[in-house]
């Protein structure tokens, strides 16, 4: 008996046919072949051509023998039956694509007697009638019929045409490297943090179509998927986590976007950061560390934080008492006790007489008023408008409509220490 599979080993499977499905589809060398996720087999290719069924299989620590792709083989060759003027007509191909660890001289060779006798079963599964007519029949533990089909004569050397074997197929490491190298050809202006960003999205994507329930919408074509890679928003979510480094991740995201540099340039920079379930404290941390790195009070320039989800007033209250105790000078719209908002207070410049090191907004609407008037301004004082917005969960529903205006980057974090290591 064969031992179980680990935790790990299974899940790297499943990246691993994640990955086959990206290079699949970026190497398609028609821009509008329907790639299906999730079809008949772990991934179906529908082109002018030819219909092509491919499942892929990693066994890193796993010796082959022939035993353990009889069944697959099996699968498709009753997938053939089932299907086989279609199979004919609109040219079917099986593929069979897989990783080993060793045993891969073991294979025995695909002729159709070979796969007639030892990965088919016909001793087992070939059944003749009273007719005399020759079926495929599968039996389940109860003994009842699940599967029948009347075979035709050439129907298992047909099947042997369309049938492809490799349990050869690249490595784990080798496939991701073969995608973000497709990815770099096609992209020779992105960076290598680019890539590496490209790729989580590119990830991201195909768990998704995975998961959908209407195979419809499991389907895709190379030019969509490109177009839903190429975006600024970048994600990397708790599953990806299994196998790709957290920290890896975050070093990533610190090389793209705050990369250290002798002289920081003067820039509106606006942090957005998702305060859900956090302490005080720690958003105090993070809140004091972007003051630290993005104020330069010679240069006239401070970043503005905007907290969403927080608890409650009292939270932001506590948050602005612990900042001001500790020697921060800040801002935040509200020049006296029962102020509205103000925004003239927020366009204050900060210098060494004011101390102004970092501006604080709660309110989305606060928000929305900042970013209009700094628009205006912008073509002014000639300043870029950056947006960098942490968020912690998929979906990321700030009701600002402002933000749909402007270009910014929402990075994804854990908890909100981690902004820490990305600034």
């Not at 540099?261 to 958003?283: I, K, M, T, W, Y």
């Not at 606060?366 to 950056?386: A, G, H, M, T």
């Amino acid at each position: 008996m064969s031992k179980p599979r680990s935790a790990t080993n299974t899940i790297k499977g499943y990246f691993y046919q994640f990955d086959k499905s990206i290079l699949e589809i970026l190497e398609q060398s028609n821009e509008t072949n329907i790639v299906t996720i999730e079809g008949v087999e772990d991934i179906d290719i529908e082109n002018s051509d030819e219909i092509q069924f491919v499942q892929c299989k990693y066994y890193e620590e796993t010796e082959f023998n022939n035993s353990i792709i009889k069944e697959p083989i099996q699968l498709m060759f009753r997938h053939y039956l089932k299907n086989r003027t279609e199979a004919q007509s609109k040219n079917f191909t099986y593929k069979l694509y897989g990783f080993y660890n060793k045993g891969h001289e073991k294979l025995r060779e695909l002729t159709t007697e070979n796969l007639r006798t030892y990965f088919l079963d016909f001793s087992k599964y070939g059944v003749t009638d009273e007719l005399g007519n020759l079926n495929y029949q599968i039996k389940n533990k109860e003994g009842k019929i699940k599967f029948e089909e009347a075979l035709q004569k050439d129907d298992i050397e047909d099947f042997n045409k369309r049938l492809f074997v490799n349990i050869k197929a690249d490595s784990y490491e080798n496939q991701i490297e073969k995608i973000k190298s497709k990815i770099q050809n096609d992209l020779s202006d992105y960076s290598e943090e680019d890539i590496e960003l490209i790729y989580f999205n590119a990830l991201k994507i195909i768990k998704d179509l995975a998961c959908e329930h209407n195979v419809e919408k499991r389907q895709i074509s190379k030019k969509e998927f490109w177009d839903r890679i190429k975006t600024k928003n970048y994600y990397f979510e708790r599953w990806m986590s299994e196998l790709l480094e957290w920290e890896h991740y975050k070093k990533i995201i610190h090389k793209k976007y705050f990369p250290r540099v002798s002289n920081l340039s003067p820039a509106h920079r606006f942090f957005l950061l998702d305060c859900q379930g956090e302490s005080v404290n720690n958003v105090k941390d993070v809140i004091s560390e972007i003051s630290s790195k993005y104020s330069r009070l010679t240069h006239q320039f401070s970043p503005y934080v905007y907290l969403y989800n927080t608890l409650n007033v009292d939270f932001v209250t506590e948050l602005k008492g612990n900042l001001y105790e500790d020697g921060y000078f800040f801002k935040d719209g509200f020049p006296f006790k029962n102020s509205k908002f103000r925004f003239q207070e927020m366009l204050i410049k900060p210098d060494k007489f004011n101390k102004i090191s970092v501006r604080i907004l709660e309110h989305p609407i606060d928000l929305s008023i900042v970013l209009q008037k700094l628009i205006e301004v912008e073509r002014v004082d000639q300043l870029p408008i950056n947006l960098y917005i942490f968020n912690k969960s998929n979906q990321l529903n700030l009701e600002i409509d402002t933000l749909d205006k402007r270009e910014h980057s929402e990075i994804k974090i854990r908890q909100i220490l981690d902004i820490l290591d990305i600034i």
